[in-house]
């Protein structure tokens, strides 16, 4: 019998995927110096860095007296933990650790992704979860993560792709409870909690009595990050919401979304302060209206839509416009804290695969670089308009779904382990 040998099916895939996976490694390497030589790097993170090393473990309870660092306690564990393995070591190799820690939630978001797409498309043939995974690395909200100065944004980002990822396969405790892994790392996490709220009411009927309680889980995911700052000595209120509270009242400012818009239309910097900052507190509650008004109404909207198929391409354009909503209604905003939605963007354009929402990706990728860049092409103001375009545009998408039926191209087959 002669033998024969025939490549997996799956082979083409994983030889598109590890090429990818070395075009973007290489890329990495080449911009492993790429820093400016001043910024936070050098003015906040340096310190804050070499005082850990100092330190040791302890320096998570009294950094913030000693040099008013402003993070939650679980990112100076984190810095704890990259002295001891040797990334960042005596000092030295200050990019590489922040590098890392970007490439390392860039990987996980990768993988998340793949399997957020493999469960609403199980085709053994299906290039969707591949293709989707691969255009993580390169999303402006995961490259350009790794060229800032600071802690990247990539690790919220990633755990906000893991609670979409236990939402939709019916892991609501486990979705929470990641939730407030991803809360302790970023505030802006909860950016996801309209999709996951929506979610959470349409599958409670179905639900086992422990599922209900999912909400509460998160509460677990909070506790469980701040307990490297309980051991080092902190107080229960600053190892959990103390510093998000600290930040949320000491660095208002109204320099971005809706506020520049209603304030000052002729705005074209970084970072000014229009608008009366003086009333900081003000603004935010009327934010806050804002939010809850925008969003409740989407939400009860989406709640409506009786097919299944229709209320699953609803739930998508909420989930992409949420964090854009928060973005330019809330207070304390920089003018990158919406790029969350950029990702859900590719995980709705990779599902519809459809002009619309090709475009939809597009306009948000262009529009965050421009937003990272400081707006050298188009004048920040007019990103500000852009934003506030799309979330009439999805509104407008969720509002045509309950009132006429379906418009988008996520079939019931693709949704229905979901």
């Not at 990633?158 to 970023?186: E, M, N, T």
């Not at 900052?277 to 409506?304: P, Q, R, S, W």
Request: include cysteine; aromatic fraction near 14%.
């Amino acid at each position: 019998m002669a033998f024969s040998w025939k490549l997996p099916r799956s082979a083409p895939k994983i030889a598109f995927a590890a090429s990818v996976l070395v075009l973007w490694g290489t890329m990495m390497f080449a911009l492993r110096h790429v820093y400016p030589a001043d910024g936070d790097m050098i003015q906040v993170q340096a310190p804050w860095w070499q005082y850990m090393a100092q330190h040791g473990f302890g320096g998570i309870a009294t950094i913030n007296d000693d040099l008013g660092a402003d993070y939650t306690s679980i990112w100076y564990f984190v810095i704890f933990l990259c002295e001891k393995i040797g990334l960042y070591s005596g000092g030295h190799y200050l990019e590489y650790s922040i590098k890392g820690l970007a490439m390392a939630g860039t990987v996980v978001a990768a993988v998340a992704t793949f399997f957020i797409v493999k469960t609403f498309d199980k085709r053994v043939d299906s290039w969707r979860p591949w293709i989707a995974a691969s255009l993580i690395p390169f999303l402006p909200a995961f490259f350009f993560d790794t060229l800032k100065t600071n802690l990247p944004d990539s690790i919220y980002i990633a755990l906000d792709l893991l609670v979409l990822l236990a939402a939709i396969r019916r892991r609501p405790a486990l979705a929470w409870f990641i939730l407030g892994v991803a809360v302790s790392f970023k505030l802006m996490a909860i950016y996801v909690v309209p999709f996951l709220v929506v979610l959470y009411l349409v599958q409670f009927s179905s639900m086992k009595i422990i599922s209900r309680l999912a909400p509460l889980f998160s509460a677990l995911g909070l506790i469980l990050m701040s307990l490297p700052g309980l051991i080092a000595g902190q107080s229960v209120f600053n190892a959990t919401v103390g510093m998000m509270v600290e930040r949320g009242n000491s660095q208002g400012f109204m320099g971005f979304g809706i506020w520049p818009i209603l304030f000052s239309p002729a705005w074209d910097n970084v970072m000014p302060q229009p608008g009366p900052n003086d009333k900081v507190f003000e603004m935010t509650l009327f934010g806050l209206a804002a939010i809850l008004l925008i969003l409740g109404t989407l939400a009860v909207l989406v709640l409506k839509v009786r097919d299944r198929a229709e209320q699953v391409d609803s739930m998508l354009d909420l989930l992409v416009v949420s964090p854009v909503v928060f973005f330019l209604f809330m207070p304390s905003q920089h003018e990158t804290y919406w790029a969350l939605a950029s990702v859900f963007a590719l995980l709705v354009f990779v599902l519809r695969w459809s002009k619309q929402s090709f475009g939809l990706l597009m306009v948000f990728s262009l529009v965050l670089i421009e937003m990272f860049m400081g707006g050298r092409v188009i004048p920040m103001i007019v990103c500000e308009y852009i934003l506030l375009a799309a979330v009439i545009y999805l509104s407008v998408r969720i509002i045509r779904h309950s009132a006429i039926g379906r418009i988008g191209a996520v079939t019931p087959e693709m949704m229905a382990s979901t």
